[in-house]
């Protein structure tokens, strides 16, 4: 089975610190995501990478950044937390097929609260 | 622009009815549908999908979902409902040529089933 790993189940930070969250995939799968998961809003996608030191903005990049450099692990960067980054956040993973499909698998999510 | 709506946010079903819960989607190409289940304090985890073929796709946990083109619909159905299945659904679309795997989820719906 296809494990996706979040380093941490619930985060609390301060405003302005600058936060990483880490995500590890065992199944050798070329594409990674973050989201983030609002009330009302569901899953919003931030950023994704779909190869080593390869990163594409998502629809709600602002604030984020991300880095890549082994194909198992993508991390994702709040330079400087705010209140309004308060939120879900998960990491998927899926194999590329060209032509073909890809459902993405799910790590447990990190639970982020800025104060 | 791609979008995917799931029009209830609650649905409400007696254990042992049969219950839907609905999805649409708008696509410029060719769509790739997936349903995802997420218990509290979870990732998601992968339901079923629709690539190609039978427009009824049989997945995890007894859940089926069936894919509708004149209507763009893609409804997930359950001939009889358990209390276990209560938790939130997410529908999601991919575009056939959208190879970098990237998900639009809907706002998800909140399944509730009751003895």
């Known amino acids: 089975d296809v494990k996706v790993t979040q380093s941490s189940r619930y985060l609390v930070k301060r405003t302005g610190e600058k936060v990483f969250l880490e995500c590890v995939q065992d199944?050798?799968?070329?594409?990674m995501f973050w989201y983030r998961q609002d009330p009302g809003l569901g899953l919003r996608l931030i950023y994704f990478s779909y190869d080593v030191k390869m990163k594409e903005k998502g629809d709600i990049p602002e604030g984020y950044s991300v880095s890549r450099e082994k194909k198992e692990r993508f991390s994702l960067i709040l330079e400087s937390a705010s209140t309004n980054q308060t939120s879900m956040y998960l990491c998927a993973s899926s194999l590329y097929l060209q032509g073909a499909w890809n459902e993405q698998f799910f790590g447990p999510g990190t639970r982020l609260t800025v104060l | 622009a791609q979008s995917v709506a799931q029009p209830e946010d609650q649905v409400n079903v007696a254990e042992g009815n049969p219950l839907t819960v609905k999805c649409t989607y708008s696509?410029?190409?060719?769509?790739?549908l997936f349903w995802y289940v997420q218990y509290p304090n979870r990732g998601l985890q992968f339901l079923l999908k629709y690539i190609t073929g039978d427009n009824l796709v049989k997945g995890s946990y007894g859940f089926e979902a069936e894919f509708n083109k004149s209507q763009t619909s893609f409804h997930l159905k359950k001939p009889s409902a358990l209390v276990s299945d209560s938790a939130l659904y997410f529908c999601?679309?991919?575009?056939?040529?959208?190879?970098?795997?990237?998900?639009?989820f809907g706002q998800g719906t909140e399944l509730s089933v009751k003895p």
């Open positions: 696509v410029s190409g060719n769509p790739y």
């Open positions: 199944m050798d799968h070329e594409n």
């Open positions: 999601a679309v991919r575009e056939t040529y959208n190879q970098g795997g990237k998900l639009i």
